[in-house]
């Protein structure tokens, strides 16, 4: 009797676990596309050194939290340099994916001269709280 009990409790906590392996497994099916940078790099752009360290402090999601005007949102900052979401208000970067892999892009594919502007509109693992017309970007611009 206490052998089949135990199996029984066995079987339970393999099939919870199995869900929510399952479930995590769901989660990590989003794969960041590649689209390319749109370069906007000139004199007046921020210092590359002040980018990267600003990608370093990029905490979260970059989720895009301004309702108003040019419907950007500030989500990290560095000297000379800050990094900006825009489009819509509520959208984000999915868990489990990074904003910095695209940010990173910019990077290597728009500096010039010590400097870097540019942004990026990715398509997939990217989300809204609300439905909305405009893309959701991310962008290196000057602070």
């Not at 990267?52 to 000379?80: E, M, P, W």
């Not at 609300?130 to 602070?143: D, I, P």
Request: proline residues 5%; charged residues 15%; neutral net charge.
């Amino acid at each position: 009797m206490f052998t089949s009990k135990l199996a029984a409790i066995y079987a339970v906590a393999l099939a919870c676990a199995a869900a929510v392996q399952g479930a995590t497994l769901v989660e990590r099916t989003c794969v960041p596309d590649t689209p390319p940078p749109i370069c906007e790099t000139s004199g007046g752009s921020p210092e590359v050194y002040d980018c990267s360290i600003a990608l370093k402090y990029l905490n979260g999601n970059a989720r895009q939290s301004n309702s108003r005007g040019s419907h950007c949102q500030t989500v990290s900052k560095f000297g000379t340099c800050k990094i900006d979401a825009c489009g819509d208000y509520g959208g984000y970067v999915v868990d489990g994916v990074s904003p910095g892999r695209w940010l990173q892009q910019i990077i290597d594919g728009c500096q010039s001269g010590g400097r870097v502007g540019g942004r990026i509109e990715p398509k997939k693992c990217i989300a809204f709280e609300n439905v909305g017309t405009e893309a959701y970007t991310l962008q290196f611009s000057h602070s």
